[in-house]
């Protein structure tokens, strides 16, 4: 597995249409000497002989698309020369574009449409909160994070939006509430061995 670098015409490397034609990157891998096809490796893939800390840097056509897997920065460059002479652009996976010499990717700009959508999702009901199940029970003897022992005296799973919440009366008579969520509170005897 790894993160694809695509050059790409489309407004999005993954849709359809808009392609860079095979007999196109062909005859672009032909015209350009630091360029080799390598076809044990299939039909349309090519080796780049520059300079890159990357062993054996390559790029390949696939559905209308040319590609490469994890590329250096000096393979990005190659990639942005390439992109400029077949009017096309490098995108990553997630759609950002990359521009060459060094400069973080640009992430594209939602359509006026996307922003419109999103905030209209943004005012529908926001689904609950799954229960906190703690591991203790109202009676039980527990050590809290700072290892303090004390009695639980009362659960509330629905307390906190849902977060939930323990009360624990300790041995000096306070009375504290924990968030069930983040207490990492143990019942006394069963602590995980990485406690003891």
């Known amino acids: 597995m790894g993160y694809d670098l695509h050059i ?3 407004k999005d490397w993954s849709g359809t249409g808009n392609d860079i034609a095979a007999e196109e990157w062909l005859a672009y891998v032909k015209k350009d000497p630091e360029l080799l096809l390598s076809r ?15 062993p054996d840097p390559w790029l390949d056509w696939s559905e209308g698309n040319i590609y490469t897997k994890n590329p250096d920065q000096a393979l990005i460059d190659k990639m942005v020369a ?10 990553g996976d ?5 521009r060459g010499g060094g400069e973080s ?19 529908g009901p926001v689904k609950p909160l799954p229960l906190v199940q703690p591991a203790f029970s109202v009676g039980d003897r527990v050590r809290d994070v700072l290892r303090r022992e004390a009695t639980v005296i009362e659960i509330d799973p629905h307390a906190n939006h849902r977060l939930g919440s323990a009360k624990l009366r300790y041995d000096d008579g306070k009375v504290i509430a924990w968030a069930l969520v983040s207490s990492h509170i143990d019942v006394v005897g069963k602590e995980s061995k990485k406690d003891s």
């Not at 390439?82 to 995108?91: D, F, T």
């Not at 990717?105 to 005012?123: G, M, N, Q, T």
């Open 105 to 123: 990717p640009e992430y594209p700009k939602p359509s006026f449409r996307d922003r419109v959508l999103r905030w209209i999702s943004a005012l």
């Open 40 to 54: 044990e490796n299939g039909a349309h893939f090519a080796l780049w002989n520059g300079k890159s800390e990357v």
């Open 82 to 91: 390439i992109a400029r002479e077949l009017r096309a652009e490098v995108q």
């Open 8 to 10: 790409t015409r489309r």
């Open 94 to 98: 997630d759609g950002e574009i990359y």
